[in-house]
């Protein structure tokens, strides 16, 4: 018997008490175990036809969906709200692409509905049955009138749209004509009231998108309309009591189930060369670069899969989600290691040569003095030389003179003649042997001797999540890997993300994704106002060194938050006051002080920030208090709640950082580094953001102003 999960199901699971989802968990069980509903009390919903109820508690029902011998769980929540959501509910395929659907009953009084509000009031006020909105063998819900019969009406960004056009999408019939009859104002009500996949196609048309781009794929005649791609998303058919136990204990963002067709299309394509995932934050990368993990080593039982990315907490982050994804299937999780890159190198090293010593700064700056000591780099501070070491020499692991004369120095003040550099060269020479004979080695220097060792990796398949700060001793290691297989190699990052590394050539290192490279358009984390507004920081489209360009217009948010506020105040005292408000406001609303995040450009600010946190009365050295955090370490978390605090003008951008670059180019795209920096910041928040700062604040902060300004307190 098949037994089917709705996304529906997990959303309304998510909206109940703990001890009410342990009962819901139970009953679900035992449904799983005999559908039949034996020893449970099953009603059938009189105004549903298909939809039953399952009595979980005095007041709690799930609500199943039966067809023959499917059994599908649609919803759960409490009594009255149960048999609403029923009654205004019809399961069908779409009758152009074949993609099941759970299809809203758009009927008004039993006439067509003027207009998506109007919709949106019916919900609420009229119990509708499948007798007076059509019958179930997918006829229409209300008459279609022809688009040519009535005039364009200004607000109505899709008054000029065929049947056709809206049917390729995926708008179901029934809805057509309240579609086409939606004010501009109620765009974003349609991903509560229609599929998916035909909300993100019209609010990416109403924003300027073409509706073209969403053309759904057909089903085959008789084709199993469950398994269609855009089905997928929203439909799971669960095999065994493991994949069940898995969905309802260990939830993490639905999107790791229900993926997006075009997500899931990125995940299973055969790229003949490594490729590239991009999108701006909150769009599923992190979430691809999972699957796509979980695929290489599903599709080839011989595959040894590393997930990886360049820091601790996010390696901690992907570990727990590996760990959900593949609850159910533990001979699998086996074959995906996770783990940062420099610890996977630093263990390989292990193995091979035994484990290496890595040199730290008092070393190298000792070697430097030394040098200097001895007569040699004369004319250069020592700060300037440990700089060049450790930006320019160390970070490409240059073997020689020759090498250094022709590296570019990417973000170095001072240009040096062929003459310096040969001074400036015997103290680097001098360092490589005083580490040599200590036996001492640097991160680049141990990935180069892995380098040319690559084909031997314990490892088949890298999937590495966050590459836009990738370092250039990382880029080359894995593009000799990506040397090994054509599909070896699958990166997920966003060049507006880049905070850690001035850019780089990624194809001069053997790494190229070009012809290999597409951004995903869908923000799943952050609202649309605060997407909005954080958009505003970088332009409409980035393009990286090697010339591959990523387009961030037409992304959309899926769900609506309150608007992003930005405070300047006059003073410290004044900022600390409005930040504390804030927080009070959030717990109020039922926010977990776990759930918010407070973040500043760097550690000089941290104590401010605690402050403020203080004066909420909260406190943030508990486990459930709120995170305190720089930027930098903010990169991979969410928050329902952020506030960016000191954003003033002598803070971002850090002026110490940009005093340190001299050649204008380097210096434009170290300022750019600082503003997608604040883009990081802004974008880890969910449903509410603060920016706060003292007047006049930030030069980046005019950016976020937008055509009102009106985000300014």
Known sequence: MPFLLASTFNDSVGRLTHNEQKQVDLTTMRLFRDPTGNGLQMHRVERAPSFWTVRVSQDLRIVLHKDGDTTLLAWVGHHDAAYRWAERKRLIPHERTGAMQFVEVPVVDGGIAKSLHDVIDSIGTHQISLSEAGNADGDRLVPARKVDEVPVVMGQPFRGLTDDQLLDVGVPSSWLDPVRDTQSDFVDELFELLPAEAAEALLDFATGGRLEDHVATRADAGADPFA?????????VLDNIEELRAALEQPFEKWAVYLHPVQRALVERD?????????SAGTGKTIVALHRAAHLARTDPSAKVLLTTFSKPLAAALLRKRDVLTEAEPELRKRITVSTLDQAAFDLFTSRYGQPSIANPALVRAAIADAQDAGLGKGFTRDFLFEEWDEVVDAWNLPDLEAYATVPRIGRRTRLGSGQREAAWTVFEFIRERLGRRGATTWPQLYGRLESDAGALPYSHAVVDEAQDLSVAQVKFLGRLSQVRPDALFLAGDIGQRIFHLPFSWARLGLDIRGRSHALKVNYRTSHQIREMADRLLPPAIADVDGIEEGRRGTVSIFDGPSPEVNLA????????AVAAFLVKCVQDGISPSEIGVLVRSQDQLGRARNAVRAAHLEFREADGPTIAIMHEAKGL?????????CDEDVLPDPTRLAAIGDVADLEAAYETERQLLYVASTRARDHLLISGIAPGSEFLDDLKGRSGSLFT
């Open 638 to 646: 969410e928050f329902r709640s952020v506030i960016v605090m000191c």
């Open 271 to 279: 790229w003949a060369g490594p490729a590239r995932v991009t999108g």
């Open 570 to 577: 006059d003073d410290e005292e004044s900022e600390r006051e």
């Open 228 to 236: 269609h791609p855009d089905a997928q998303r929203r439909f799971r």
